[in-house]
């Protein structure tokens, strides 16, 4: 089982080795079938029974096609492929259910076309029924520890395979129950068998089909999951409030980004350390890949009201010029579409009333500034203005 306190590449090989070993013995297991179920159904007059196999053979090939995507989904990141490897297994499991919609669709048509002339079908052997029921009884048990396996280190892919052999142990149990109908005088049973294992081929590949082309599309995680993390976003000391929080699946995991707000008065740093406690959190108690966290002094969601303010060398310029004065230390803040600027000045500064008529001047010129704090180094402040 993958131990929350694992990283993400011990995780990633954890997981690439209990997928090798589980879908080669799916392998196994489906190469002795698709023999038996072929050679048995041609010989023993059961179509049903030689669709299941041509769908057994089908789990071969989605089954080489799950090893290869597994190997390369394991990797990690690297510089083309910044957030790692994960979407491979996305990709393959659309192609399972492509696979299984188009293989699906073929034995409709041929069991259709069969039963047009059902007259002309014959009675199965007994022994078809007995191949039938071991292959219900084998893929049964193979779903099972597949899906064990597929929850215990928590892939998509293996869940994908894992049903794509449920689906062989339900098809496997039509076919059942049309050889025993074929074999008590109904003929059509079995060819209806075929038809009905066809249909369920069909539904199981648009269900796996859909949901990995929805993962391609970023479609975000459920309701309940986003709550969630909200929930832990809005919990981290310090976050004021919290906007634009979008999750996209990925894989097994997925990629967040928010917006959080802080006290717009506290540093850059301490805004930078609660943005790293809150990705933090995520990480630790989400089964999240990466977080990505933007930090907003205000709400801006709806409305971007300091987007179009001049940038801090036009304050510079200005406070220099028209107040006469260098401070050492000059902090602006951005709110509500105006500027507050506090200026920190020597301790030895002269003329504070001139200053301060300067600065009353300067702040009824200008919309662009809401307030100018004028301090001195070591010294109460000389004005707060308006």
Known sequence: MIDSNQSPQEADSTRYQAARKSTLISIAVNVVLTILQVIVGFFGHSQGLMADGLHSFSDLLSDFLVLIANRHGAQGADEDHPYGHARIETATTLILGIMMGVMGLALLYAAGSRLQHAHLVQQVQLMTLWVALTTLAAKELLFRYMIAVARRVRSQMLVANAWHSRSDAASSLVVAVGIAGNLAGYTFFDLMAAALVAFMIVRMGWQLGYEAFSELVDTGLSEEDVAEIRATLESTPGVKGLHELRTRKMGNQALVDAHIMVDPRISVSEGHFIAESARSRILDHHDVLNVMIHVDPEDDFHLKPSANLPDRA?????????????????VLHYLDGQVDVEI??????????KLGAK???LLAEDPNFH????HKTGAKMIRNAP
């Open 344 to 353: 920190f000045l020597p301790s030895e500064f002269p003329d504070e009333a």
């Open 371 to 374: 307030a100018i704090h004028a």
């Open 359 to 361: 600065i009353a001047a």
């Open 314 to 330: 036009y304050f510079l310029s200005l406070i220099n010029e028209r107040l006469g004065v260098e401070p050492e230390r000059t």
